[in-house]
């Protein structure tokens, strides 16, 4: 048997085990003609999933693993196979991950829609890339590219622009059903602009409205609700920062003041966050942590429509329970 037809099937049984791996991804799309739009993480399946509605099936390829940490296998371009549209976050955030699903698939037919490209640059925040592949960004770099925050789904403003790109997407894809996905974009716009009304209401008479942050994600939250994020304890997400750094951000902290700590539950907070807040406290700061999720991971059994709306209400309830 030759070499070449020893790769061929070799190639052929892997793609099979692909298909039916442990069994924990299997092609997810119903026979009904509907159009197949795949999300990459949490935050942008709630919101695929509030302007399709009944007129298009949504997945979501990462659940309990997010974009920082999340390295798709053969496997996980079971569902792109027969997808019409792959709406990711963009920036960076998701990109590798996206074009290496593409690759597994060869879907000719997919598109690739970018949520956040169509968030105005004025409206970002500008940053150096902090690229690995962990974080999930691009491996090609441009030295003179600028790059941005990509955490924006926190900021609900942006989060609703990212709203409204998804819906044009979908209209553009299925023109035949444009009607529903504008009707259930408006409205899910409208309780996103409540929610947000509703956590600037809770921190409205606030005055101490200063965070330490757990890692580098919050500040367009931070934008949205007037709260000014200080420092981050981990500049990526996973790596403690070393002692020097420490040191820093604890005689940062006790200079401008800052009691909040806002620790995420994805990550455990008895590391470094918990040495900072006995640093804090010892210098007679009553210093203390506020739950914010960053919505980059889910259980598969809580991830409702809802899911984005209730988790970014409880971060507002928790960081108004803990500010003075």
Same mark, same amino acid.
């Given at each position: 048997?030759? %070499? ?13 085990? +692909? ?21 990459? @993480? =949490?935050?942008?399946?709630? @919101?695929?999933?509030?302007v ?8 979501? =390829? ?7 940490? @999340? ?13 019409d ?10 990109? !590798? ?13 997919l598109?690739?829609?970018? *949520? $956040?490209? $169509? ?13 690995? %592949?962990d974080?999930g960004?691009? #491996?090609?770099?441009? *030295? !003179? ?17 990212? =709203?409204? *790109? ?7 894809a299925?023109?035949? %059903?444009?009607?529903?996905?504008? +009707?259930? *974009? ?33 500040f ?13 304890? #981990? ?15 604890? +005689?940062?902290?006790? #200079?401008?003041?800052?009691r =909040? ?10 590391t470094?966050a ?15 942590? +506020?739950?914010?999720?960053?919505l ?29």
């Amino acid at each position: 048997m030759t %070499h070449q037809r020893l790769v061929r099937i070799g190639v052929a049984l892997f793609a099979g085990l +692909a298909l039916v791996g442990c069994g924990r991804v299997q092609d997810p799309w119903s026979e009904q003609p509907r159009l197949r739009i795949v999300t990459s @993480f =949490v935050p942008i399946y709630c @919101f695929a999933k509030n302007v399709a509605g009944p007129d298009a099936q949504v997945v979501c =390829v990462m659940g309990e693993t997010g974009p920082h940490h @999340f390295d798709p296998s053969p496997h996980h371009a079971v569902a792109l196979r027969r997808a019409d549209l792959f709406v990711i976050n963009g920036l960076g955030m998701d990109n !590798s991950i996206a074009r290496k699903m593409m690759r597994g698939a060869r879907n000719k037919d997919l598109k690739l829609i970018e *949520a $956040a490209a $169509a968030i105005p640059t004025s409206q970002l925040r500008e940053g150096a890339c902090n690229c690995g %592949h962990d974080h999930g960004h691009d #491996e090609e770099h441009d *030295a !003179s590219h600028v790059h941005y925050d990509p955490h924006v789904w926190l900021g609900i403003p942006e989060a609703i622009i990212m =709203v409204q *790109a998804i819906r044009d997407a979908l209209s553009t894809a299925d023109p035949e %059903h444009r009607a529903g996905y504008e +009707a259930r *974009a408006a409205a899910y716009t409208q309780r996103l602009q409540a929610l947000l009304e509703e956590g600037r209401s809770m921190l409205a008479d606030k005055k101490d409205r200063k965070l330490l942050t757990f890692h580098d994600a919050l500040f367009y939250l931070a934008r949205s609700l007037d709260l000014q994020v200080v420092e981050s304890i #981990e500049a990526t997400p996973g790596q403690e920062p070393d002692s020097k750094k420490l040191r820093e951000i604890i +005689a940062v902290s006790k #200079e401008k003041g800052v009691r =909040v700590i806002a620790v995420e539950p994805q990550y455990a907070s008895d590391t470094s966050a918990k040495v900072i807040l006995r640093a804090l406290r010892r210098e007679g700061i009553d210093a203390d942590f +506020a739950v914010v999720d960053t919505l980059e991971t889910a259980r598969p059994a809580e991830l409702t429509e809802s899911y984005y709306e209730d988790k970014m209400r409880q971060s507002f309830q928790n960081l108004a329970a803990k500010m003075k």
